[in-house]
């Protein structure tokens, strides 16, 4: 046994360093196949009643192994991603679990921030679900797929839903980053959307702007908005939430009418 890098509660104990070896996608691999699962459902969406592609896509799954904030403000493939809606890594062996069904017989793309969290999560799927079509994450996770595509590329465009994919490529020498929005990362950066990534910033992240592709959303209005404040979390389980800086204001306007202090 060791010391896990990201916890798990326990949950990956009886998993080994072999099992988390294998199924790795190299970016330019993923930037592939994240293409290909786009445009798969980009043709399927065009066709009426249900089609030979569209039987196909439905076999291929694309599963965010990170906690429920992080997939809020950025994500690869908007709309088709699946988001666990877990708040720590140790509730993901509880999804997975619940999921084995829709899992069963399916090719399964997974991804996280650096990787580490896909090695575990998809060797415990292998584990859960082996009656699969193939199990494979992205080697180095968001981070090294954004070394690669990020500085320079252009970000896929969001139509600002949070829930649909955007059909127009926005092109830069050849090459479109696929990841959309910010990869949020656990330092006082909070996070980068693609052309920002790796670069060390002194800003407020309050005041970091995404490049327009900002698929998070308000909380409250429901705007397009990407950046979490440390105090507005959420009253009953703290985890960070998103509220733009008008509804703060408005919130905070409330708060002080009920003070007595307007």
């Excluded at 990201?6 to 998993?15: K, L």
């Excluded at 599963?63 to 720590?88: L, M, W, Y």
Aim: glycine share 10%.
């Amino acid at each position: 046994w060791h010391e896990e890098i990201i916890s798990s509660g326990g949950a990956f104990a009886g998993i080994s360093s072999n099992d988390t070896a294998v199924g790795y996608l190299t970016p330019r691999e993923w930037h592939e196949e994240i293409q290909l699962l786009i445009k798969k459902k980009e043709r399927s969406s065009d066709d009426r009643g249900k089609t030979e592609c569209e039987e196909e896509d439905a076999d291929t799954i694309l599963i965010d192994v990170r906690n429920h904030k992080e997939c809020q403000i950025g994500s690869f493939a908007p709309g088709i991603s699946i988001d666990p809606q877990t708040k720590t890594f140790a509730q993901f062996p509880r999804w997975a679990e619940s999921e084995k069904g829709p899992l069963k017989n399916k090719r399964i793309l997974m991804y996280c921030t650096g990787g580490i969290r896909c090695e575990k999560a998809s060797a415990y799927i292998r584990q859960v679900v082996p009656e699969n079509k193939g199990i494979y994450h992205l080697k180095g996770g968001i981070h090294k797929y954004l070394e690669e595509f990020g500085q320079g590329a252009t970000p896929a465009a969001s139509n600002n839903n949070g829930s649909d994919i955007d059909g127009i490529k926005h092109e830069n020498n050849g090459v479109e980053c696929l990841f959309v929005g910010k990869n949020f990362v656990f330092d006082r950066r909070g996070a980068l959307d693609a052309k920002g990534h790796g670069i060390e910033k002194d800003d407020d992240p309050r005041r970091a702007k995404s490049d327009g592709s900002i698929i998070g959303k308000c909380q409250y209005c429901s705007d397009p908005y990407d950046a979490f404040h440390p105090e507005n979390v959420c009253t009953v389980c703290r985890e960070p939430i998103l509220v733009c800086e008008k509804c703060q204001s408005d919130l905070r306007r409330e708060q002080r009418s009920l003070r007595g202090l307007a």
